[in-house]
């Protein structure tokens, strides 16, 4: 965000393009990533990266209009800069010890710098060989993070933002500390506020953000199952016998009774979970050999029941990779739709939920009607192909089918000749 602003500047001062480059090539096409979710997010972030936004949107200043433009640059130079171009650029001069003599030639070395000293960090960070940990400085980024759609799905005890901070003061001492984000991300906080946007914790940060996606076996946080409750077996207490004591004086030993045994609960063996109507109309298609079997809808949406709080923490984000730009990106890059990277269930039930039309529109205009998918839903491992349609014989109504994997490699192989 501090780049795409300094960029804005040069544009409008007049600078060489040079000066602030935003190209995709010099910055993220240079991260090494290491990790797997790293490596997503920045395959996936390409798709975003200076989406609505124009460098020359502003248009350019005059000589004149450059002028005062510095003049008044110079007076924040002297107080506590206000702005992000004024606290980069007060940063640049007390380390140079120029700032009482601020010129735009210095001014033109200044956004040279920090431009050049944003993408070299960016390539540290997306290249993990940062030492950012948990930015104990600046309590700014843990804010963002807590009130973003990852900590509202995933807090389920409300312990998520004194977990960051345990975090970050448990690795204070192994973090290396950037002063100037100290300033910086109060300012972008701010900037972006005024401006208004969607999302405060900037423009690239979505296409990590739905890390839930990509993880197997957390749909826990997705869904609540309806919770059986079993009944407790109490076991009838027996009474104890009480030995009879003769009247007579002569002692006589009391003979104890045979102890009668405690009888044992019977623990009624735990009920496997009915399978859902996509794996049975999985299991009939394979059982009669049929080319197609349909779900039956209505009962497939009356399973795996989605929390509220859950759609509406993520019902933002969703929106954001239903678009075709978002879906020809993760086709191109992410082999969307194939054997390799099927579709997940789970994010197709939450469309067909919400009744998403345009996004499920946007799905089979991108990846075709039939494509793989993989039922996360109950944890399944292999792909299965789908047809996903909607047309007056479903009257209007979104239906998916099950077809035969060997029917739709054989149409691909007719189409590709």
């Known amino acids: ?63 004149k209009q450059s002028s005062a433009w510095i003049a008044n640059l110079k007076k924040e130079l002297k107080d506590k800069p206000k702005g992000i171009i004024a606290y980069r650029a007060k940063q640049w001069c007390q380390s140079k010890e120029n700032c009482s003599s601020f010129s735009r030639r210095d001014l033109n070395k200044q956004f040279k710098n920090t431009c050049k000293k944003d993408r070299e960090l960016i390539q540290l960070f997306c290249s993990e060989k940062d030492r950012l940990y948990g930015i104990s400085y600046s309590e700014v980024p843990r804010s963002l993070l807590t009130n973003s759609n990852v900590m509202r799905v995933i807090n389920e005890g409300g312990f998520a933002r004194s977990c960051l901070t345990r ?23 701010s900037h972006l506020s005024k401006e208004k946007r969607e999302y405060m914790q900037g423009n690239i940060f979505l296409p990590g953000a739905l890390k839930e996606f990509d993880d197997r ?23 104890t016998a009480i030995p009879t004591v003769a009247p007579t004086p002569i002692p006589k030993v009391a003979v104890k009774p045979t102890p009668k045994p405690t ?10 979970p009915l399978p859902s109507q996509f794996e049975l109309a999985l299991r009939r298609m394979r059982k009669k050999r049929l080319k197609s079997s349909d779900v039956n809808m209505p009962l497939f949406k009356k399973e795996f029941v989605f929390e509220e709080r859950v759609l509406k923490a993520i019902e933002g984000p969703l929106k ?21 990277q099927p579709v997940r269930l789970l994010f197709l039930k939450l469309m067909i939920d919400k009744e998403s039309h345009v996004g499920l529109w ?23 192909v789908i047809h996903l349609h909607n047309s007056s014989k479903t009257k209007g109504k979104w239906q998916i089918s099950i077809v035969r994997e060997s029917d739709f490699i054989k149409s691909n192989r007719k189409n590709k000749k």
């Open 1 to 63: 965000e501090s780049t795409k602003l300094h960029a804005t500047y040069a544009k409008m001062l007049g600078f060489n393009d040079n000066t602030c480059t935003l190209s995709w090539d010099d910055i993220f096409d240079e991260c090494r990533p290491v990790g797997l979710d790293m490596k997503n997010f920045v395959r996936r972030a390409k798709y975003r990266y200076l989406q609505n936004y124009n460098p020359e949107k502003k248009g350019r200043l005059t000589s």
């Open 320 to 340: 954001d990779f239903q678009t075709r730009n978002a879906l020809n990106d993760m086709k191109k890059y992410d082999k969307l739709g194939s054997k390799v």
């Open 167 to 189: 975090y970050a003061e448990l690795f204070k001492k192994k973090e290396f500390r950037y002063d100037w984000l100290t300033g910086l991300f109060p300012m972008v906080k």
């Open 362 to 384: 946007n799905i089979v205009s991108v990846l075709g009607e039939r494509f793989y998918v993989i039922n996360d839903l109950e944890k399944k491992l292999i792909p299965v």
């Open 263 to 272: 009888p044992v609960p019977t623990v009624k063996p735990t009920q496997k």
């Open 217 to 239: 076996g957390l749909t826990e946080f997705l869904f609540v199952a309806p919770k059986k409750k079993i009944a407790k077996v109490v076991p009838t207490p027996v009474p």
